[in-house]
């Protein structure tokens, strides 16, 4: 089982920064891809960002390219978001998963959601 734990949600102003970071533990071979999904009050939970543990290659909802971030620490097991200029349409709670893919079977697992809030 893979266990991920998500931190640096918060309350921020409009315009501010935050970085959230994710860290993996548990069963962690085999993870190819991980990254962040968001989910604001009355909507579907939507994807924001995500990045390879091999390559490095990223990928980002158009909404947040040129603002948002991902990287990866594989020392650390652990993977950030740098969220810039932000918008009050951003505010969501902030979802971490992985992909491991082992074999044939491939597993998502989520983090527990860390709330980021917008506003002034």
């Known amino acids: 089982q893979v266990q991920l734990v998500e931190s640096g949600g918060n309350l921020v102003q409009p315009g501010g920064s935050l970085r959230l970071s994710c860290a993996a533990s548990g069963s962690i071979f085999s993870i190819e891809t991980m990254g962040w999904f968001r989910q604001a009050p009355g909507n579907q939970r939507e994807p924001v960002a995500s990045?390879?543990?091999?390559?490095?290659?990223?990928d980002y909802a158009d909404s947040v390219k040129g603002r948002f971030t991902i990287s990866r620490d594989n020392a650390k097991n652990t993977v950030y978001l740098q969220m810039g200029s932000l918008k009050p349409e951003d505010t969501a709670v902030y979802y971490c998963?992985?992909?491991?893919?082992?074999?044939?079977?491939?597993?998502?697992?989520w983090g527990q959601g860390t709330e980021v809030t917008v506003s002034s």
């Open positions: 998963y992985a992909r491991q893919v082992t074999g044939r079977d491939v597993y998502v697992h």
């Open positions: 990045i390879t543990t091999s390559g490095g290659s990223t």
